[in-house]
């Protein structure tokens, strides 16, 4: 039995930045020719993606803040 490699965990997993890039912005959307897909999904869809990776940016906001707070602060 073969592996579909387009549904596999991992590989869903590696396409989320996509699918957060798609969900973030109709022009964005547009402009990778996905907004059909944009369309397709409701808002109560999208806000979950969207909430993580604002979660991802702010995360990497306060690792780069404690890194420069322990280089010359600390």
């Excluded at 109709?26 to 369309?39: M, N, P, S």
């Excluded at 999208?46 to 940016?57: E, G, H, Q």
């Excluded at 707070?69 to 600390?74: D, F, L, M, P, T």
């Amino acid at each position: 039995m073969a592996m579909n490699l387009n549904m596999t965990v991992f590989f869903q997993i590696a396409r989320l930045p996509q699918y957060i890039l798609v969900f973030s912005s109709r022009w964005f959307a547009k402009r990778t020719g996905q907004l059909e897909f944009y369309e397709y999904f409701d808002k109560k869809f999208k806000r979950p993606f969207l909430v993580a990776y604002m979660i991802v940016i702010i995360g990497a906001l306060f690792m780069g803040l404690a890194w420069i707070v322990k280089e010359y602060y600390g």
